[in-house]
């Protein structure tokens, strides 16, 4: 019998309700995680533990808007009293915002996804960081993309709000250095998500990627032998490495 590969951990997942995150989440459980899912419906996340169950997994839900910095604030104290550590955070939820030039880019689009993409992470780092290390292993997993770094026309809030985490990410990886906390990055590449098909109405997802097949990629990524730390990876060849 094979190893469940994540026996025992305890990992968070934002975005944790469909797409790459629920993918993940479930891969998560399969390998003996408790995962705590994080997303703002609380029924999509009652969709997504009645699998967990179903598959003898176990499962927290923290329905939570990323946009709600107080709500994010307390999330660390809440964790500690009830599991006293954690050993995964996934930062995956995003929201692609508004594909439009920079000169028509309404303030409140850009004001909320900024909020969400980027300094929800600022925000989950500063409360769950005493959690992460009182890990053995803590293991943080950021989501990025491919436009994080080529300024694509009308792409302005995704794009800036993708490498401006690269870079918070990559800071936390050096101010952790010396700890057992990892901190590294993954580009999914093209996957079929609906995040996706908002981007690009026209395209063909049956020729993407699925999430299922991406959310193997997180999982050596979040194991404790795993030791590199403030690497952009990309998720194929995390899955092929031996």
Not at 161 to 169: D, G, I, P, R, W
Request: hydrophobic share 45%; charged share 25%; aromatic share 6%.
């Amino acid at each position: 019998m094979t190893s469940l590969r994540l026996k025992d951990r305890i990992a968070l997942i934002t975005g944790a309700s469909r797409g790459i995150g629920r993918a993940v989440v479930l891969a998560f459980a399969r390998e003996g995680a408790h995962v705590l899912l994080l997303s703002r419906s609380r029924k999509a996340l009652e969709e997504v533990d009645d699998r967990i169950r179903a598959q003898g997994g176990k499962a927290s839900l923290i329905p939570l808007d990323l946009a709600d910095g107080k709500a994010i604030d307390t999330l660390g104290p809440t964790l500690y009293e009830r599991f006293g550590r954690l050993d995964v955070l996934v930062g995956n939820a995003a929201i692609l915002g508004r594909l439009t030039p920079l000169t028509h880019i309404p303030s409140e689009h850009w004001e909320r996804t900024l909020a969400v993409n980027l300094t929800a992470y600022w925000r989950l780092i500063r409360t769950l960081d005493p959690l992460l290390r009182r890990s053995d292993a803590g293991r943080v997993i950021f989501v990025t993309s491919g436009v994080a770094h080529s300024a694509r026309a009308y792409w302005a809030p995704y794009s800036v709000s993708k490498a401006a985490l690269e870079t918070l990410a990559k800071t936390y990886a050096n101010e952790t250095a010396d700890s057992a906390v990892k901190v590294n990055i993954i580009d999914p590449g093209a996957t079929a998500t609906r995040m996706r098909a908002e981007a690009y109405p026209g395209e063909d997802q049956s020729t993407l990627r699925t999430p299922e097949a991406v959310a193997e990629a997180f999982i050596p990524l979040a194991m404790s032998d795993w030791m590199e730390t403030g690497q952009v990876i990309d998720a194929w060849k995390a899955i092929s490495r031996p």
